[in-house]
């Protein structure tokens, strides 16, 4: 085996492990947006706003905390998700995703 060859064969391991985490943001990210979708029924059914401004800024800290500054970018992304997808969106995505990798 030729140094290319192993460092191809080491790559195309290492996609696969991306692809295998990739598997699993997906699926935590629908998970994420059905819960997002209940706490958003459940303020609005008791008369409340859909999205609260002071729990967006502590997710914001904590995805930049955790992330550093390309944290912020990540975490509007994902408030952007769960408050315009719906969680039979995500799934329907979830779901192309899962046949593409099979």
Known sequence: ????????????????????LDGHIIELLSRRAR?????????MGSGGPRTELNREMDVLAHYRDGLGPYGTQVAMSVLKLCRG???????ALAGEANDRSA
């Open 1 to 20: 085996m030729t140094d290319t060859t192993a460092s191809t064969n080491g790559i195309d391991q290492e996609r696969l492990a991306i692809d295998e």
């Open 35 to 43: 819960i997002s979708d209940r706490i958003q029924r459940s303020r």
């Open 85 to 91: 997808a719906g969680p039979r969106e995500l799934l």
